[in-house]
């Protein structure tokens, strides 16, 4: 389990990925989004989860630059979107995230989701790219264990990592398993319900017992369970929040307790059926 915000998990090509990191999504591109990252690091954080489809990019570029610290003690990960999903599609959208987080790499590039008689294209170019040094690893998104084993009968890279959607109603406890037994870390998407969980009451009488806020319990749930966490603030005082994580500790029965919230339900689409009209 990570001790730190800056603590690491070993991705089966041996580099380290921060368990931690801030998530972007909705943040504004400009002002907002580099606040956000600025504060982020000055509480210490090193990971950052962007994507092509965010509209973000430039700004957390522009981050990058501005927040003091040298590229390489930062770990930035951006995704293929659907739309440019393909081999020589994947490659050029690389290159346009690349040139406008304005970075020589990328640290983790993933495909965003599991496009059907696509994927398998898109990895291959995710591998290209990869073997070339121009990203540090290559991983998945909403991807279900059968798009996992699917993709591994062409692929001859595994993927590193599987980000997906993993909350208190959705704990994903049979594909954590299987990731884990294939050496694939995994990483929540909406770490905290996409807020909808602060006033559940088992998390409320867990938090109030731990003097904590509902968003650290869920999100040391997460941590105790070995998945990487990307809550999205863009309020210094939340980005803050949500790091202070390291000072307290589940017992077995809080952990049981939230486990028992689990209703399969998502508050994002479910990857086998999807649909976006973009
Ligand atoms: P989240 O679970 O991180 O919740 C974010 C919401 O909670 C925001 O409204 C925020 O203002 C609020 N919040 C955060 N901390 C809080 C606190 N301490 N107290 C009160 N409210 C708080 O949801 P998310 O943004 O959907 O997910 C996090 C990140 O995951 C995204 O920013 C993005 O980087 C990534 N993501 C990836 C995918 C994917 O398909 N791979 C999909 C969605 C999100």
């Known amino acids: 389990m990570i001790k730190s915000l800056q603590d690491t998990f070993t991705l089966h090509n041996g580099v380290k990925m921060p368990g931690f990191g801030l998530g972007v999504y909705k943040a504004a591109d400009g002002e907002e989004v580099i606040n956000a990252i600025k504060y982020a690091v000055n509480a210490g954080y090193r990971a950052v989860d962007t994507a092509a489809l965010y509209f973000n990019e430039d700004g957390v570029g522009e981050a990058i630059k501005q927040c003091g610290l040298p590229r390489e003690e930062l770990f930035i990960t951006t995704k293929v979107w659907n739309s440019d999903q393909g081999y020589e599609s994947t490659l050029e959208a690389f290159e346009k995230s690349r040139r406008k987080l304005d970075v020589d790499y990328i640290d983790l590039y993933l495909i965003h989701w599991p496009v059907k008689e696509k994927y398998k294209e ?11 040094g121009k990203v540090r690893a290559i991983g998945v998104s909403n991807f279900h264990q059968h798009h996992i084993e699917d993709l591994m009968t062409t692929a001859e890279i595994k993927p590193m990592v599987n980000q997906i959607e993993l909350h208190p109603l959705l704990s994903q406890v049979e594909l ?20 909808h969980l602060f006033e559940e009451p088992v998390l409320v009488k867990i938090a109030e017992k731990h003097n904590k806020s509902v968003a650290q319990v869920i999100l040391r749930w997460h941590i105790q369970n070995e998945v990487m966490v990307i809550p999205k603030s863009a309020h210094e ?3 803050i929040e949500n790091g202070d994580i390291f000072d307290f500790e589940l017992n ?9 919230l689990n209703k399969n339900s998502r508050f994002g689409q479910n990857p086998d059926n999807f649909h976006f009209d973009f």
């Open 237 to 239: 005082h939340r980005i």
């Open 122 to 132: 898109t990895w291959r170019a995710m591998e290209e790219l990869y073997r070339a």
């Open 176 to 195: 954590r398993d299987y990731c884990r037994s294939q050496d694939i870390v995994v990483t929540a998407w909406s770490p905290l319900g996409r807020a």
């Open 252 to 260: 077995r029965s809080d952990m049981e307790a939230i486990n028992t």
